[in-house]
Nanobody, 115 residues
Framework: QVQLVESGGGSVQPGGSLRLSCAAS????????MYWHRQAPGKQREWVAL???????NYADSVKGRFTISRDNAKNTVYLQMNNLKVEDTALYYC?????????WGQGTQVTVSS
């Protein structure tokens, strides 16, 4: 059974930066797709960024140019570098991976952006 452990959340002022990490364990195959999603209070969960096994990335328009997703296949870890954070980035951030047709989710890490 795949387990995901996220870390790196916290509180920052607008314009600040954070780096989230998500380490996957229990997998015998590298994930084909690794995602970050987020859910703000009172809102639906939304997709933030994606990275494939070949390193192709894609981003939601709201974070494009500010967030960077990357992965370390040797460590089965996905990262989300978040720069120039805005108040509207405040949310619980989840990582999500897919191995074949099987998806796994982390427990979430809180990111709070406020002045």
């Amino acid at each position: 059974q795949v387990q995901l452990v996220e870390s790196g959340g916290g509180s920052v002022q607008p314009g600040g930066s954070l780096r989230l990490s998500c380490a996957a364990s229990g997998s015998t195959s590298p994930p084909q797709f690794m995602y970050w999603h987020r859910q703000a209070p009172g809102k639906q969960r939304e997709w933030v960024a994606l990275i494939t096994s070949s390193g192709t990335t894609n981003y939601a328009d709201s974070v494009k140019g500010r967030f960077t997703i990357s992965r370390d296949n040797a460590k089965n870890t996905v990262y989300l570098q978040m720069n120039n954070l805005k108040v509207e980035d405040t949310a619980l951030y989840y990582c999500n991976i897919w191995i074949g047709s099987s998806g796994s989710w982390g427990q979430g890490t809180q990111v709070t952006v406020s002045s």
